[in-house]
């Protein structure tokens, strides 16, 4: 190995080798090996193998961290870094993706698009989130980033024939695009400002800058603008409602937990590495935004019909909350931010999960209405889809209680209670139409008496999940540490 | 005699290109137009990245305007593959047309 | 594990349990979640037995680690306040299970299994000690206390079940609010941690900062209570729910806002709460009289009871206000009566809706011919709710009132209106609908009372004399806490004076109010 390949280097790249290498594998072997539509349980089977190798390079980075009792390993000078905000994401990521995976298998069958680049996507879009959460670098971080928007872009489109998945797959790529020449252009002035594009120099020569210098403040608007894209804050949400409705039920899954947990993760990268000094500037600009997303998203949905488009406006206002988190910027908000992060991850995927199993032959599921009676027909994802939503709306024992209940915390130890009490009480609104769910769930009778049609890999991603969301909430305490230990410093 | 173009031209240049990307974004109706508003937007940031490495003598700026390059022609793949599959089931390009989703 | 976990966690269990039984077994459910409950009533009945009424600290402490960071403590202890309250929900969860028994004829799995969840809640309410583990149970209450509603109801129901729910909703993010502003300052929820830090003068609050915590906690229970103007969700939330909703609603979870103002309100927040002591009554009062006014003209029985509900709960509210021992056993005790007589009420209106499926008063008369046993119980519960001597209500009543008149003697005047008018209205009630005429429908259709409907009824019945005529089973526990409360809401230096002269306390938002009239003399 060189110097500019060295063996530090290698070991912190393994599990983005790993995810590239059975991306491109399962590729070729969709063509090559096993071109018939019965075997592509084996491409199931590859990205499953993909993860596991991924996990295994994650766990050695783990432990190996753990070992030698370093906060951060550094490798391509500087430009990467595996620390335990690193970790912390990477672990969840590939539960994401595999939860997404399991549940995908019989879903594209029943939508009839089922193709071996799916598996492929997933695991290439995993890696460019794995570069979001482990970029230390301008240019790794722009990189990763647009490597998962186009991945996604793709999966977003993936029902060539229906209408509403190509419009939402264009609206998605026309606003993604313009967020990413936002982001990029307003890279190119803090690498004018600083000299550098590693983060920490950008940071070190930001300090030392007027915060009132006009260029400064252009660069961090257009930042910030390009993040806030990104994690889909108001005034910059209008793409969420139409891609997360228009996409493929369980891209919508993976797009609400993945890239949101990147794109979080990559804010907290900026706003907590570089522009930490220029705080008084960013933190008006990031108060607007969380408060716009917690009132439009929760106003928002209450009128809606399509369980898709409303959970898209509830994301909205749960990155409202996990902006709150940042605001604070005490390490309670910190770690606030990453423990909802990782309970929205699991509640999210449980409840498009139920959406996802009750889609069959002649029935869409995803209005409101569909719902109706579930408790009748399949009182195990009724009973899934209720934890979940009440942990959505941060109901104790549930984990979107810890969630929230973090968030407060993190706002009242800062002092800021105004907007703690309307955080507060934006989660009674929140209830209103998380409960309508329910209320068609367990109060309406069933409209059609089909059965629900579940395979072997939706009940371990609904076991997962409801396991994940409940366990969370009642047994907080090792992931509370586990979260602590991903805080910046 | 040759005097240097100062570097705050550029940057001037470079917004003006940003800001007309931005406009073309927002005011344009037909996609392709939209799309390649996008890229203009993206080529201004490639002219501040260089003009800043120029400045700076450093090579960080050059790699960077590369990267961008390769992503736009990415997304530029990417991009019209979608638009295609939308021009095929609507068969029109004007943006306000593409509107099955909404509230 | 002590008797105290034990009775709180073995309603989960079964609930869990009744939850893997096969859907086509309706008897079997019934069955197994009547045993459990009435295990668990057996079990609680022990925790009343080893009572010391002076003993200082808890019974049944149970004090663990449950959450590091933030230092949250699985910490639950009964004594005198919660004694009797957990063996209230004790009590009436197996009564509701059996007047649910034909009544329910559809889904009858989730019913009992959220009986159970409710029940489990209830009880944990009652037994926290940490401040976040009593909102953890406070929420879990309420989620099953929905569903019971929103399934099992009748015609409005989803939008009653959803007002429930978003009105205490509402009160308590604002309550939790408030608890972790409290986590803030003192980096504990625990709640005897807390006492001795206010005692101690460790944790030092200032008046205003009091006021918004003691309003962030008061607004939570007096929604729950409720309070006036704050009762609107109360009467849609009984007439649509189901019996054994209501019962469970009125006798037990209203207590939690009134337990919640006596455990939190008044040792916490000692200053504010008598800084606000003046117009918290007077709401009290408005609700006493307002109540009784509406529920005099209402022609359905079961809006009748609830905003006779609202009546009765003024009486606590005031009790608790008057910070006085007798006004606070007298509330304390009224609370369990409530439960008692009001749970009784629900029970025969229900009784009666199985027979004739009408809740409006003119489709009734002349009842007594058919059932007179049913209209002999009726008049017992309904002597008892007017508070007739040697009846439970009575008591409870006379303390309150004796109470406020230590304070206020116009306070004990216009309670007193009160106690009058509830006598019309539930007089009324009973003459129109057992005497008269009976008319085709009623000798139809009403029956007598059945064998399993007098199991419901009868321990109910056997309290309301017990309690009316023997209080001194109850009443030293529930004084002996009510006397420690007392004490530490005078922990604080600045207000012993004032508390020494309760006069200046309760008259202080009076007298600004109407400062034209002097204080009258209390003694």
Not at chain 1, 459 to 484: C, D, K, M, Q, Y
Request: proline share 4%; with cysteine; hydrophobic share 55%.
């Amino acid at each position: 190995m060189s110097q500019y390949y060295t063996a530090t280097d290698h070991f912190v790249l393994v599990p983005a080798i790993m995810l590239a290498l059975f991306g491109c594998a399962i590729l070729l072997f969709d063509f090559w090996v096993f071109p018939e539509p019965k075997q592509r349980k084996w491409l199931l089977a590859f990205l499953a193998l993909g993860e596991a190798f991924a996990g295994y390079g994650l766990w050695q980075q783990h432990t190996y961290i753990a070992g030698q009792g370093i906060a951060e390993l550094t490798a391509f000078q500087g430009s990467l870094v595996v620390d335990g905000f690193s970790l912390f994401f990477n672990w969840m990521f590939i539960a994401a993706a595999s939860i997404v995976a399991l549940m995908s298998y019989r879903y594209l069958e029943v939508e009839g698009e089922h193709h071996g680049e799916y598996y492929s996507l997933i695991l290439l879009a995993q890696c460019g989130m794995y570069f979001l959460a482990s970029g230390a670098d301008l240019i790794t971080l722009f990189v990763g980033l647009e490597l998962m928007a186009l991945c996604f872009y793709i999966m977003v489109g993936f029902l060539r024939s229906d209408k509403r998945s190509n419009e939402a797959a264009m609206k998605y790529l026309l606003l993604g695009g313009f967020s990413s020449g936002f982001l990029a252009y307003g890279f190119s002035l803090l690498y004018g400002l600083s000299g550098s594009t590693k983060l920490s120099e950008i940071g070190v020569a930001i300090a030392r800058r007027d915060p009132a210098d006009p260029v400064l403040l252009l660069a961090m608007v257009t930042t910030t603008v390009g993040l806030l894209f990104k994690i889909s804050a108001v005034p910059f949400h209008m793409w969420a409602p139409d891609a997360y409705e228009g996409a493929p039920t369980t891209v919508t899954a993976y797009l609400s937990v993945g890239s949101k947990a990147a794109s979080i993760a990559f804010l907290l990268r900026i706003f907590l590495g570089p522009l930490a000094s220029a705080r008084a500037a960013w933190e008006p600009l990031l108060v607007f935004a969380a408060i716009a997303s917690l009132t439009v998203g929760n106003l928002a949905a209450i009128s809606q019909h399509n369980i898709k488009r409303l959970l898209a406006y509830s994301s909205i206002s749960h990155a409202g909350y996990m902006l709150l988190g940042l605001v604070a910027g005490n390490e309670t908000g910190i770690k606030g931010v990453a423990v909802y992060v990782l309970v929205y991850t699991f509640t999210n995927l449980g409840v498009f999960l139920v959406i996802v199993a009750l889609r069959r032959e002649g029935l869409v599921g995803d209005n409101i209405d569909d719902l109706a009676g579930l408790m009748h027909k399949s009182p195990g994802y009724a009973l899934l889809m209720l934890i979940c939503l009440l942990s959505l709306a941060g109901i104790p024992p549930t984990a979107g209680f810890i969630g929230k209940y973090y968030i407060f915390l993190s706002l009242i130890q800062a002092g800021r209670y105004v907007l703690a009490a309307a955080a507060a009480l934006y989660v009674a609104v929140a209830i209103y139409y998380y409960f309508r769910i329910v209320r068609s769930m367990f109060m309406s009778d069933a409209e059609d008496a089909g059965a629900m049609e579940t395979t072997f890999g939706v009940r371990v991603a609904a076991a997962l999940t409801g396991l994940g969301t409940l366990g969370i909430g009642i047994f907080p305490e090792p992931f509370l540490r586990f979260a602590g230990q991903s805080l910046i410093r | 005699m040759t005097t240097a173009v100062p570097l705050s031209w550029y940057l001037i240049l470079s917004a003006i290109l940003f800001g007309l990307g931005v406009a073309g974004f927002v005011f344009r109706r037909n996609i392709i137009t939209v799309f390649m508003s996008i890229e203009l937007m993206l080529n201004a940031v490639n002219l501040s990245f260089v003009a800043f490495s120029y400045q700076l003598r450093q090579t960080d700026g050059h790699i960077y305007t590369f990267f961008v390059m390769v992503v736009a022609a990415a997304e530029a793949a990417v991009g019209l593959a979608i638009i295609l599959t939308v021009f095929k089931n609507r068969a029109t390009l004007e943006i306000d047309e593409v509107s099955d989703l909404k509230n | 594990m002590n008797l105290l976990t034990l009775v709180l966690f073995l309603p989960l269990a079964g609930f869990l349990a009744a939850l893997l039984v096969p859907r086509d077994r309706p008897g079997l459910v019934r069955g197994f979640v009547l045993v459990v409950s009435l295990a668990v009533f057996v079990l609680s009945i022990g925790l009343a037995l080893p009572q010391a009424p002076a003993a200082q600290g808890y019974w049944f402490e149970t004090n663990a680690p449950w959450i590091q960071s933030p230092a949250i403590r699985f910490h639950t202890g009964l004594d005198g306040l919660s004694l009797w309250l957990v063996l209230l929900s004790t009590l009436l969860t197996p009564i509701g299970i059996l007047i649910s028994w034909n009544h329910i004829d559809r889904r009858v799995k989730e019913f009992y299994a959220f009986l159970l969840l409710l029940e489990f809640g209830l009880v944990g309410v009652f037994v926290a000690l940490d401040l976040f583990l009593f909102y953890v149970f406070w929420e879990v209450s309420l989620v099953p206390m929905y569903f019971l509603i929103g399934i099992w109801g009748h015609q409005r129901r989803i939008y009653a079940a959803v007002k429930f729910f978003l009105f205490t909703m509402t009160g308590s993010v604002l309550m939790l609010a408030a608890m972790l502003y409290i986590y803030g300052v003192t980096g504990t929820f625990d709640y005897p941690t807390l006492l001795t830090m206010l005692a101690s003068g460790r944790w030092h609050v200032e008046s205003g900062e009091q006021m918004l915590l003691f309003l962030a906690f008061f607004v939570a229970f007096a929604i729950k209570v409720p309070l006036f103007p704050l009762h609107t969700w109360l009467p849609d939330a009984h007439v649509e729910a189901p019996t054994a909703g209501s019962v469970m609603l009125a006798s037990v979870m209203l207590k939690m806002g009134t337990y919640g103002l006596v455990r939190f309100c008044l040792p916490l927040f000692p200053n504010s709460a008598r800084h606000a002591a003046g117009w918290i009554v007077t709401l009290a009062i408005i609700g006493i009289i307002y109540g009784a006014l509406v529920a005099m003209v209402q022609p359905n029985m079961k809006k009748l009871v609830a905003y006779s509900s609202v009546s009765h709960l003024g009486f606590v509210v005031l009790g608790v206000f008057s910070f006085t021992q007798a006004g606070l056993d007298g509330a304390v005790y009224q609370m369990l009566n409530h439960g008692i007589s009001t749970g009784a009420l629900f029970m025969l209106v229900g009784y009666l809706y199985e027979r004739r499926h009408s809740l409006e008063i003119a489709d009734y008369g002349g009842v007594a011919t058919p059932a007179p046993w049913l209209s002999t119980v009726f008049l017992i519960t309904t002597l008892a709710s007017i508070g007739l001597p040697t009846l439970n209500n009575f008591v409870g009543e006379f303390l309150v009132l004796q109470g406020s008149a230590q304070v206020n003697f116009r306070w004990t005047v216009f309670a007193a209106i009160g106690v009058i008018l509830s006598a019309v209205y539930m007089l009324w009630l009973y003459q129109r609908v057992f005497f008269g005429e009976a008319g085709e429908p009623v000798r139809h259709h009403v029956y007598d009372l059945s064998r399993r409907e007098w199991a419901a009824i009868l321990p109910l019945l056997v309290l309301m004399v017990w309690m009316g005529t023997l209080t001194q089973t109850f009443l030293p526990a529930i004084s002996a806490s009510n006397a420690r409360t007392l004490e530490r809401s005078n922990v604080n230096v600045e207000f012993q004076v004032k508390a020494r002269t309760p006069l200046v306390a309760g008259q202080a938002g009076q007298a600004e109010a109407r400062p034209a009239k002097e204080p009258p003399d209390a003694r």
